[in-house]
């Protein structure tokens, strides 16, 4: 029998950084792209494509051995390989994501348009479906889907719409790279 080990201070710190993480997120689409913003598309381009990466998955377990009388409590730390964010996951993201900004910038008024706001909005479900299609919890399109809505949920005009293309042209990018260091 195992139970998974929970900490809530861990928990309570992982919420408090996602909050402080959409808060940076949410002022780059709002207020423009900078120099910390190419540093964190770098770093998460180059997370999503890296594939020596492990996560520690702390289970408490319990074992029972009969032959032995003595019954034991065992404490495991599982090494879990990180699936990485495929470049066809991407590039099919990516895609949708160009052919709404040529539509976009067609128009002349600095308004979305609420058709286009649709059309954005429904990427998140199409996103949601690639990471239920991943069926491991622990695919990097988790971290790809989260950075990503954050992002969608704070385009309201026309000019956070391309500050939000230009941080995902970064983290595309970053990620190409880092995916052609890694088939070498």
């Given at each position: 029998?195992?139970?998974?080990?929970?900490?809530?201070?861990?928990?309570?710190?992982?919420?408090?950084?996602?909050?402080?993480?959409?808060?940076?997120?949410?002022?780059?689409?709002?207020?423009?792209?900078?120099?910390?913003?190419?540093?964190?598309?770098?770093?998460?381009?180059?997370?999503?494509?890296?594939?020596?990466?492990?996560?520690?998955?702390?289970?408490?377990q319990t074992v029972e051995n009969k032959i032995n009388e003595d019954?034991?409590?065992?404490?495991?730390?599982?090494?879990?390989?990180?699936?990485?964010?495929?470049?066809?996951?991407?590039?099919?993201?990516?895609?949708?994501?160009?052919?709404?900004?040529?539509?976009?910038?067609?128009?002349?008024?600095?308004?979305?348009?609420?058709?286009?706001?649709?059309?954005?909005?429904?990427?998140?479900?199409?996103?949601?479906?690639?990471?239920?299609?991943?069926?491991?919890?622990?695919?990097?399109?988790?971290?790809?889907?989260?950075?990503?809505?954050?992002?969608?949920?704070?385009?309201?005009?026309?000019?956070?719409?391309?500050?939000f293309i230009s941080l995902l042209e970064a983290i595309v990018a970053?990620?190409?790279?880092?995916?052609?260091?890694?088939?070498?």
């Amino acid at each position: 029998m195992s139970t998974k080990f929970f900490n809530w201070q861990n928990k309570f710190q992982e919420l408090k950084f996602q909050k402080e993480e959409n808060a940076i997120i949410k002022a780059w689409i709002e207020n423009g792209i900078d120099e910390d913003t190419i540093k964190y598309a770098e770093k998460f381009g180059t997370y999503l494509a890296q594939k020596d990466d492990t996560a520690e998955d702390q289970e408490d377990q319990t074992v029972e051995n009969k032959i032995n009388e003595d019954k034991q409590t065992k404490k495991e730390e599982k090494k879990i390989e990180l699936k990485t964010l495929s470049s066809s996951q991407l590039r099919k993201f990516f895609g949708a994501i160009k052919g709404l900004q040529n539509k976009i910038l067609l128009e002349q008024n600095e308004d979305l348009k609420d058709e286009h706001i649709r059309e954005l909005l429904m990427l998140k479900p199409k996103l949601a479906y690639a990471v239920a299609r991943a069926k491991s919890d622990y695919a990097k399109i988790h971290n790809f889907y989260d950075v990503i809505v954050t992002c969608i949920d704070n385009v309201k005009t026309k000019q956070h719409f391309k500050n939000f293309i230009s941080l995902l042209e970064a983290i595309v990018a970053y990620h190409k790279v880092e995916e052609e260091k890694n088939s070498k």
